[in-house]
């Protein structure tokens, strides 16, 4: 196998609630990780591996162990396959975070809660990743409760999300007459007591000894039914993003996980071409790039270090390696990387295309940056959303008004919220598209910064990066406009709104200038 196709970077998806965390927790057991649920045991006399997370995660208090979890797994053919979980924040508001994390995965697994169906915030990671054709496979959790009935459930997948299903296995009741899951890819009988018989197909007779002879009946006429009433699993179409192959299943009780595993390792993609422009950039070439996807701040407020979170996207990387910053011209050697290999093994000292590396800097590298070993192009589609919510931020203290400075350029550096300097008056305003942002903000300037400080409604609530072809039309049209204009943290210019419809009647009234709801950082 191509080494670069040994990779499976993945990330889960879910309703909070669903059995996201749960689901993980197995997954990383059944493929032997030493990190379990945020908690780091190195092992053996792998002293360099030791040192290096205790000093970063326990020293300085950062805790990077959830964000990235790696395990292996033999695929069905035998050869070892290299799992990257990627963590995506668990909160019930969409975060700018959890979108970027989704650009930095391969495919992603949907958790759906069987008793609920598709739930809100689903439903929206369920949006972002079909923007970017991400393949998704689904596991309907908590088959060990009373739950819909699987029919209901797939027909909610197809038409919620307008996707095409096919159920991979099928639960023999579910709740007090649950007796086990017939995997159809398989042909096998997994019990609630974790033995797994092979069986011929559904109508081999041993069916009717390995479980009552009501679940045998209704297994036959439900999969009868399924299996002709939904398309049959179809690798190009999942690929694609148009089909989501289903697997019922129990993450408490671990049904059906096995076979979940299982399918990623044989069907999800391994690492893809990436967008980038002037060309696109295939895992294959020989030479390293990369992107930046996270920036995670220290947690522990005496130190300003941050991880940059880097999903190489080509050639083999080193540490030690000195890679350019695309967007600065600088290089960077890359001397104390962060592998998440959670294998019993010497630290790895090298990553391939899908891998996530850590590099820890002090506020340098920023989300949305290519680093490569010299060549100038720049990955695409790492963007930042126009705010929903736009506020003023009043020091309860006036002293402070250079740490505040500070912080909120920090802020904006790590992707926590956005940053706009109106071209006139001096009241910064930052901008975020979640609620849970603004909170985050406030606690972090007391805990970090030592800085009290409240929100003020700001006379605008929404933002649009401005571009033109010809500099001078941006100019005549930010002329007329001093309040109302501003600059992001890279100088960018910014229209600030009072509302979506001001938007459009501005944009409206000038024709020669682009008004974007993205800016992907140049
Ligand atoms: P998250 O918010 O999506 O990460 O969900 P958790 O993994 O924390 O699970 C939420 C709750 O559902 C917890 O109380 C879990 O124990 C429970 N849970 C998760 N998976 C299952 C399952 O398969 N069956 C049952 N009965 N409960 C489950």
New binding site residues.
Partial sequence: MNPSESRRTFAII?H????????TEKLLLAGGAIHLAGEVRARGNNRRARSDWMKIEQQRGISVTSSVMTFERPSSTGETLTFNLLDTP?HEDFSEDTYRTLTAVDSAVM?IDAAKGIEAQTRKLFEVCRLRSVPIATFI??V??EGLDPFVLLDEVADKLALDVTPMNWPIGMGGIYEGLFDFRRNTLSRPDKTDEHLTGLDDPRLETLVSPEGAARLREEAELALGGYGGFDLAAYRHGDQTPVFFG????EYGVDALIGAIGDYAPPPRQQPAIPRPITPDEGNVSGFIFKVQANMNPQHRDRIAFLRVCSGKFRRGMKLKQVQTGKTIAINSPIFFFAQDRELAETALPGDIIGIPNHGVLRVGDTLTEGEAITFTGIPNFAPEILRRIRLLDPTKTKQLRTALVDMAEEGVTQLFKPLVGSQWIVGVVGQLQLEVLISRLQAEYNVAAEFEPAPFETARWLSADDPADLKAFMEGRGGAMAEDRDGAPVFLARDAWEVNYVAERAPKVRFSATRERA
């Fill in positions: 879910s909070p609630d669903a059995g996201k965390t749960t689901l668990g958790v959790n908590k060990d409760r129990s993450a408490l009780r």
